[in-house]
């Protein structure tokens, strides 16, 4: 019974702060990969921890942080009222462009404040940024730990259940698949959103005033996003500014159209082709199906809302591994066996099967 309550108090914490778990997690097992290249010049897990946060993670952060912060300046320029509800099934428009500029307005209002407003001024403000600071602090102390104790906690559960169980076949699998889901998808975000800005701000620079591209920056970010749903990848954005750039060729001046078709070109080929034919696979090496991880991550935004793009492949993971190792075995009547009876050609294999 009390293991039961505890269990039950854990469950209800975990819910409260399930996005910030999430997003730890999975920036954990997109920073193993690096981490483990860093254990080799040094043997202290702590250190080996450290330089991945300092060299890899918490640059990534700062630069999509600078990135949202750029972009909301011209939020308002994209987000119609049909943009608007189109997304609010995978993100809380008005709570995304308020919060930060609420903060900003009340920082603002501090400063030409008088004194009696000063206080209570003051206050919200650091509500609003001890809040956020709160749940980034969580997210770096779980990747840290993760990184440092990962190998511990893996070995203890090894000891616990032993290698030629199908618990660790199951752990194992799951493991090595989220590691491949969200190591490639990291790394292509980041080189996306790269690219992305890069591309967009350079055409901007060549293309005439009636043709450029409005918030450069904000459209990259969200191309950059948009690149962790497979094949998916940048066309949700880079389609619609396409279409935007054609319509206003076709007012303005028919002979510019070769402006669009040159922007969709360059984009179609270096921020969807190559990075999907040459990046993702080869960041990935094992496979799971695209189409599955489509409806994991469409329907995981859907359900859980901006965490589930992230939650979504945990599930999507866990359900498999758990078809391949379980769920089979018991519909035939047999033991559970370490070893997968069905969906060979799908996810990871359990350690045994890796190591032989």
């Given at each position: 019974?009390?293991?039961?309550?505890?269990?039950?108090?854990?469950?209800?914490?975990?819910?409260?702060?399930?996005?910030?778990?999430?997003?730890?997690?999975?920036?954990?097992?997109?920073?193993?990969p690096?981490?483990?290249?860093?254990?080799?010049?040094?043997?202290?897990r702590?250190?080996?921890?450290?330089?991945t946060?300092?060299l890899?993670?918490?640059?990534i952060?700062?630069?999509?942080?600078?990135?949202?912060?750029v972009?909301?300046?011209?939020l308002?320029?994209?987000?119609?009222?049909?943009?608007?509800?189109?997304?609010n099934p995978?993100?809380?428009?008005?709570r995304?462009?308020?919060?930060?500029?609420?903060?900003?307005?009340?920082?603002e209002q501090?400063r030409?404040?008088?004194?009696?407003?000063?206080?209570?001024?003051?206050?919200?403000?650091?509500?609003?940024?001890?809040?956020?600071?709160?749940?980034?602090a969580?997210?770096?102390?779980?990747?840290?730990?993760?990184?440092?104790?990962?190998?511990?906690?893996?070995?203890?559960?090894?000891e616990?259940?032993?290698?030629?169980?199908?618990?660790?076949?199951?752990?194992?699998?799951?493991?090595?698949?989220?590691?491949?889901?969200?190591?490639?998808?990291?790394?292509?975000?980041?080189m996306?959103?790269?690219?992305?800005?890069?591309?967009?701000?350079?055409?901007?620079?060549?293309?005439?005033?009636?043709?450029?591209?409005?918030?450069p920056?904000?459209?990259?970010?969200?191309?950059?996003?948009?690149?962790?749903?497979?094949?998916?990848?940048?066309?949700?954005?880079y389609?619609?500014?396409t279409?935007?750039?054609?319509?206003?060729?076709?007012?303005?001046?028919?002979?510019?159209l070769?402006?669009?078709?040159?922007?969709?070109?360059?984009a179609?080929l270096?921020?969807?082709?190559i990075?999907?034919?040459?990046l993702q696979?080869?960041?990935?090496?094992?496979k799971?199906?695209?189409?599955?991880?489509?409806?994991?991550?469409?329907?995981?935004?859907?359900?859980?809302?901006?965490?589930g793009?992230?939650?979504?492949p945990?599930i999507?993971?866990?359900?498999?591994?758990?078809?391949?190792?379980?769920?089979?075995?018991?519909?035939?009547?047999?033991p559970?066996t370490?070893?997968?009876?069905?969906?060979?050609?799908?996810?990871?294999?359990?350690?045994?099967?890796r190591?032989?």
């Amino acid at each position: 019974m009390l293991v039961f309550v505890l269990a039950l108090i854990l469950l209800v914490i975990a819910h409260a702060f399930v996005g910030t778990i999430v997003f730890g997690v999975f920036f954990y097992y997109a920073m193993r990969p690096i981490n483990r290249h860093i254990r080799r010049f040094t043997n202290a897990r702590r250190l080996a921890a450290v330089i991945t946060l300092i060299l890899v993670f918490i640059p990534i952060l700062l630069f999509l942080t600078y990135t949202f912060l750029v972009g909301l300046e011209g939020l308002d320029m994209v987000l119609t009222d049909q943009v608007r509800e189109a997304i609010n099934p995978y993100v809380d428009v008005s709570r995304l462009t308020e919060e930060p500029r609420t903060v900003l307005a009340l920082t603002e209002q501090l400063r030409q404040s008088e004194l009696q407003g000063i206080l209570s001024t003051s206050i919200e403000v650091v509500l609003a940024v001890s809040n956020a600071l709160v749940h980034l602090a969580m997210i770096i102390a779980i990747v840290y730990y993760l990184l440092r104790d990962g190998a511990r906690i893996e070995a203890w559960f090894r000891e616990e259940v032993g290698t030629d169980s199908a618990a660790y076949a199951y752990a194992s699998a799951v493991d090595a698949d989220l590691e491949t889901v969200y190591f490639a998808n990291v790394i292509a975000i980041v080189m996306i959103t790269l690219g992305s800005i890069a591309w967009y701000n350079l055409y901007n620079a060549v293309a005439p005033s009636p043709m450029s591209i409005p918030v450069p920056t904000l459209l990259a970010l969200l191309t950059g996003i948009s690149s962790i749903i497979p094949i998916v990848v940048g066309k949700l954005v880079y389609l619609p500014i396409t279409a935007y750039l054609a319509i206003l060729a076709a007012q303005t001046n028919s002979r510019l159209l070769w402006y669009p078709v040159l922007f969709v070109a360059v984009a179609f080929l270096f921020l969807d082709i190559i990075p999907q034919t040459f990046l993702q696979p080869y960041l990935a090496g094992r496979k799971l199906h695209v189409g599955l991880m489509i409806f994991a991550y469409v329907f995981g935004g859907l359900f859980f809302g901006w965490y589930g793009l992230f939650l979504g492949p945990i599930i999507l993971v866990l359900s498999l591994q758990a078809i391949r190792l379980v769920v089979t075995d018991l519909l035939r009547g047999g033991p559970v066996t370490p070893r997968p009876t069905a969906a060979h050609d799908l996810g990871s294999d359990p350690a045994l099967d890796r190591d032989e």
